[in-house]
């Protein structure tokens, strides 16, 4: 079963770090490039990061309101994407998913895990 | 940025009939648009992407249409599965400007 499934989520104040994790099975990590997106409580969904595969050097991408605070890193050999967030605004807070790409389309995605939550509060 | 805007914020359609959801750009986005269906406490699920094409698994009842700034998603005899809220996704530029749309929420009438 293709699954995708993130940890590391909680409870965080204002100016503080939390890293993120996303454990894929069921396919072949390695050959898909991954996403981050968030959804704000009661809100619309917003594209994060984005990471290629190794074979396409791996690059990322950042929204214009996480870049140069979020950093999107990927392990192929444990199967696992990382977003480590630093800096955090109360506006970061919310549900946090990784996606994996449509083979060929980048941030179309078809895979999402279940969501882990990060609140921002003092 | 480009700006997505849905419409309606809500749609009201019986079992079985038909519903049109609409998606529109704030500026030519080409075929880069794709369709997501987010269920109460669920993740999002792909339903369209390329303005037309069906994801995996998606029933052909689902359809989409559309190209530079107008959009639509059609979804012929509504099975109670499909309430949801539906999202449009923009994708045109790189690097990535991604942005969605605020949600069309499909509801029993």
């Known amino acids: 079963e293709l699954q995708l499934v993130e940890s590391g989520g909680g409870l965080v104040q204002p100016g503080r770090s939390l890293r993120l994790s996303c454990t894929a099975s069921g396919f072949t990590f390695a050959d898909y490039p991954m996403n981050w997106f968030r959804q704000a409580p009661g809100k619309g969904l917003e594209w994060v990061s984005f990471?290629?595969?190794?074979?396409?050097?791996?690059?990322?991408e950042y929204a214009a309101s996480v870049k140069g605070r979020f950093t999107i890193s990927r392990d192929d050999s444990k199967s696992v994407a990382y977003l480590q967030m630093t800096s955090l605004k109360i506006e970061d807070t919310g549900m946090y998913y990784c996606a994996k790409a449509v083979r060929g389309r980048r941030t179309v995605v078809d895979l999402w895990g279940q969501g882990i939550l990060v609140t921002v509060s003092s | 940025e480009i700006v997505m805007t849905q419409s309606p914020a809500t749609l009201s359609v019986s079992p079985g009939a038909r519903a049109t959801l609409s998606c529109r750009a704030s500026q030519s986005i080409n075929s880069n648009l794709a369709w997501y269906q987010q269920k109460p406490g669920q993740a999002p699920r792909l339903i369209i992407y390329?303005?037309?094409t069906r994801a995996t698994g998606i029933p052909a009842r689902f359809s989409g249409s559309g190209s530079g700034t107008e959009f639509t998603l059609n979804i012929s005899s509504l099975q109670s599965e499909d309430f949801a809220v539906y999202y449009c996704h923009q994708y045109n530029n790189w690097p990535p400007r991604d942005t969605f749309g605020q949600g069309t929420k499909l509801e029993i009438k």
């Open positions: 390329g303005a037309s």
């Open positions: 990471i290629r595969h190794k074979a396409y050097g791996g690059t990322t």
